[in-house]
């Protein structure tokens, strides 16, 4: 009876020391950022715990995109000078393809409605020519290994499952992306993202059905206010943007700041502890059509971004991806932990 007694106070005392434990490891997944929220030299960050590891160091996931808005090419479809137009842009998208491919880093193109139709009546025999025959989406797509996502200002009566059906005609459809947004629903340019939570239907072509599922950058109108912000989440509703919803069907991206230079400061956070390795950060930006058509644009496109970038992704800093890729890589590689970063 005495020895019964002994045994019952050990196993009191083990059990209530497991619980200390228990306790003590529950604060300390806290404040490393697992869980909850946390406040580290003024910067605030939140995640939503979903379980997993992640990848045993830091890497910046970074996509590079063009969008070719609705005013290109300029004046009627059909005038030779349009012609000229969409075959000088061109032969640009397929050379700037070629150095991305080179360097191994991707690129992505996201269109308009007004390219796409274009490239229904320019890519002849003749056009086709200098891309093995294919229409150049096909060809940037096929043999440049280009992603191509549909975007949409929503003008002329073309709307968002318009120029995902027009990517199909021309045999580059299925992609899930959004491709630009206006995220602020106190702006009367808003452009409701919710609607994507069930299949839209075209409007130019009403029996096209279509249904995005990613958000690639929170913007406002000319891009002057744009929130700064790293990371992926499921935005909770228009009025509660930043919030993850673990549950929702449609995944956000935040676009950051500043190309390849706010890439190294991300890289920098990683470096410095700041940010956890199973913290996802992310960067995103658009090569205008401009920029690619500038005297020795593609040159400098070069060197300014695509080699930098290839550094660091040989270095193992940084990720170059498509915003699909991306998506998946967040339910695989970060189990679906959302991360917001703003400072």
Same mark, same amino acid.
């Given at each position: 009876?005495?020895?019964?007694?002994?045994?019952?106070?050990?196993?009191? +005392?083990?059990f209530?020391?497991?619980?200390?434990?228990?306790?003590?490891?529950?604060?300390?997944?806290?404040?490393?950022?697992?869980?909850?929220?946390?406040?580290?030299?003024?910067?605030?960050?939140?995640?939503t715990?979903?379980?997993?590891?992640? %990848?045993?160091?830091?890497?910046?996931?970074?996509?590079?995109?063009?969008?070719?808005?609705d005013?290109?090419p300029?004046?009627?479809?059909?005038?030779p000078?349009?012609?000229?137009q969409? =075959?000088? $842009?061109? #032969?640009?998208?397929?050379?700037l &393809?070629?150095?991305?491919?080179?360097?191994?880093?991707?690129?992505?193109l =996201?269109?308009d !409605?007004?390219?796409?139709?274009a *490239?229904? /009546?320019y890519?002849?025999? &003749?056009?086709t020519a200098?891309?093995?025959g294919?229409?150049?989406?096909?060809?940037?797509?096929?043999?440049?290994?280009?992603?191509?996502?549909?975007h *949409?200002?929503?003008?002329?009566?073309?709307?968002?499952? #318009?120029?995902?059906?027009?990517?199909?005609?021309?045999?580059?459809?299925?992609?899930?992306?959004?491709?630009?947004?206006? !995220?602020d629903p106190s702006l009367?340019?808003?452009?409701?993202w919710?609607?994507f939570?069930?299949?839209?239907?075209?409007?130019?072509f009403?029996s096209?059905?279509?249904?995005?599922?990613?958000?690639?950058?929170?913007? /406002?109108?000319?891009?002057?206010?744009d929130p700064?912000?790293?990371?992926?989440?499921?935005?909770?509703d %228009?009025?509660?943007?930043?919030?993850d919803? %673990?549950?929702?069907?449609?995944?956000?991206?935040g *676009?950051?700041?500043?190309?390849?230079?706010?890439v190294?400061e $991300?890289?920098? +956070?990683?470096?410095s502890?700041?940010? =956890?390795?199973?913290?996802?950060?992310?960067?995103? !930006?658009?090569l205008?059509?401009?920029?690619?058509?500038?005297?020795?644009g593609?040159d400098?496109? #070069?060197t300014?971004?695509?080699q930098?970038? *290839?550094?660091?992704?040989?270095?193992?800093?940084?990720?170059?991806? #498509?915003?699909?890729?991306?998506?998946a890589?967040?339910?695989?590689t970060?189990?679906?932990t &959302?991360?917001v970063y703003q400072?």
């Amino acid at each position: 009876m005495h020895f019964g007694c002994k045994l019952s106070y050990s196993f009191l +005392l083990r059990f209530v020391t497991l619980i200390m434990c228990l306790l003590v490891a529950a604060c300390a997944s806290n404040e490393d950022g697992s869980g909850g929220s946390v406040t580290t030299g003024g910067v605030t960050t939140s995640s939503t715990a979903t379980g997993g590891s992640g %990848p045993a160091s830091g890497k910046v996931h970074v996509v590079v995109f063009t969008h070719i808005e609705d005013n290109t090419p300029a004046g009627a479809i059909g005038t030779p000078v349009a012609r000229q137009q969409y =075959q000088a $842009l061109r #032969d640009k998208l397929v050379e700037l &393809a070629s150095r991305a491919k080179s360097r191994a880093v991707p690129w992505v193109l =996201q269109p308009d !409605w007004k390219y796409l139709v274009a *490239a229904q /009546t320019y890519e002849d025999a &003749a056009m086709t020519a200098t891309t093995d025959g294919k229409n150049v989406f096909r060809y940037l797509k096929e043999d440049l290994g280009v992603s191509i996502d549909p975007h *949409a200002h929503e003008n002329k009566g073309y709307n968002y499952t #318009d120029v995902a059906h027009l990517l199909e005609l021309l045999g580059v459809g299925g992609s899930p992306v959004i491709g630009g947004h206006i !995220w602020d629903p106190s702006l009367p340019e808003f452009q409701h993202w919710e609607r994507f939570r069930v299949p839209v239907a075209g409007k130019k072509f009403p029996s096209a059905s279509w249904r995005g599922e990613i958000l690639i950058g929170s913007g /406002t109108p000319n891009h002057v206010n744009d929130p700064l912000v790293s990371g992926a989440w499921r935005p909770q509703d %228009p009025e509660h943007y930043f919030v993850d919803a %673990p549950g929702a069907n449609i995944l956000a991206f935040g *676009a950051w700041h500043d190309g390849v230079v706010g890439v190294v400061e $991300l890289v920098n +956070l990683y470096k410095s502890g700041a940010v =956890q390795p199973s913290e996802l950060l992310t960067a995103s !930006w658009n090569l205008r059509p401009d920029e690619l058509t500038a005297s020795n644009g593609i040159d400098t496109i #070069d060197t300014t971004v695509l080699q930098p970038l *290839a550094e660091m992704q040989a270095a193992g800093t940084v990720v170059v991806t #498509d915003f699909t890729t991306l998506a998946a890589t967040f339910a695989s590689t970060y189990d679906g932990t &959302a991360f917001v970063y703003q400072p």
